[in-house]
């Protein structure tokens, strides 16, 4: 409480800021309410607080001292999915995505927890997102924990429900990871095939390189196919997306300097990426790092160059030829490419060029799955509501396959279909574009 009436203080005359970050966004709210219909929380629980209009007008109370981060206060604005649904139908143009981030780096600051919370943020955030080598250092021993049959064994004894916190929730969404190989770095450099198009620089990834590595090759051979020159940057680690959403500001910024310069040095016409919420966060660089003058300029001039693999493939027809995918597919938009980056209609323009492809509407194909990063760990009973809901869509649907572009809504939503005994496959577009180039799937469901 101290802290944010200090913090008030500071403010009084100036711009509002919750933990340093302008949140002056929330004086663009007109009250009009048209963004409650779209917020998945507050569809669920109908509650004016946890809607975007209710946690704006929290935000801004917070910001101007007027109230304290209470345990009630906490609970609203940490069962925000920072979908941004709320931004996309906003008439008034309220920058939601920037201003729920600084709540939750307040929150964070103000409230880290006890010790063992503390120690497991930092594994995560710090450790394994912050340096490359422990995350495949612990894909090994997890790709071990899970061929060596002792995941089985401990998923039947029912052992996992005696583990502390929201550990069995991260245990039972453990993905599946691939083989050595498939986790293996990709080469530095892959040769545009044909007329050359253009030199792009692929980011890889954190999670995403080590549980989806097969996408990132993939990604690789189509942008090859349609004429670039790919080029991986050596070194490059985490954009800092999951610090950001999960209020961990310090490290997000650094993270985004380091991956600027590494990106920098590839000397590329852009730079493609393949994960929604990656791609959203690089293209925020430059109000994330506003403040530094050291750093503004060239941040807004890397987020310029960022480009969602949908946005830049769908620039123009892909290359021929393409052979058939006899599937029926339905396509789910993962909150970040929709809301986040508003592409909407190049991932269908991309699957409408397949032949052979069938695609079905989905129902609230943009309304988020409960993945949002790591909210179904720390939120797993909302998370589990709105995953209900999206399974629900998808078996309506008929459909064969459910294509999506976010690795967190793949292991969110096969998990959701596991636990209904499902056999709906799970598909990245990169996979069936790249199937349509002749590449067989290297996974199953
Ligand atoms: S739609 Fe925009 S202006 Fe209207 S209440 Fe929601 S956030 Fe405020
Ligand atoms: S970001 Fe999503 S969950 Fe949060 S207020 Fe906006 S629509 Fe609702």
Known sequence: MA???????????GPLVLHGLSVEGVNQCVHCGLCLASCPTFAELGTEMDSPRGRIFLIKALAEGRTALTDTTVQHLSLCLDCRACETVCPAGVPYGRLIEAAKAEIEHARPGSPARRLFRWLNFGLLLGRPWALRLAATALRLYQVSGLQALVRRSRLVRLLPGTLPAWEALLPSLPPRHERAPLPSYVMAEGARRARVALLTGCVQSVVFGAHNRATARVLAKNGCDVIVPEGQGCCGALNAHGGDHARALEMSRRTIETFEAARADAVI???????????GYGALLDGDPAWAERARRFAASVQDLSEFLAKAPLVPPLSPVALRVTYHDPCHVVHGQKIRKEPRQLLAQIPGLSVV???????????????????????????????????????????????????QIQAGLRARGAEVQVLHLVELLDRAYGRPAERGP
């Open 3 to 13: 802290h944010i009436v200090e913090d008030a203080r500071r403010t009084a005359t």
């Open 273 to 283: 990426v393949n994960t929604s919420g990656c791609g959203a966060h690089m293209k």
């Open 361 to 411: 509407d989905l129902v609230e194909s943009d309304w988020c799955c409960g993945s949002a990063g790591i909210y179904n760990l720390t939120q797993p009973e909302m998370a589990g509501r709105l995953l209900e809901r999206k399974i629900r869509h998808v078996l309506e649907t008929g459909a064969e396959a459910v294509v999506t572009a976010n690795p967190g809504c793949i292991l």
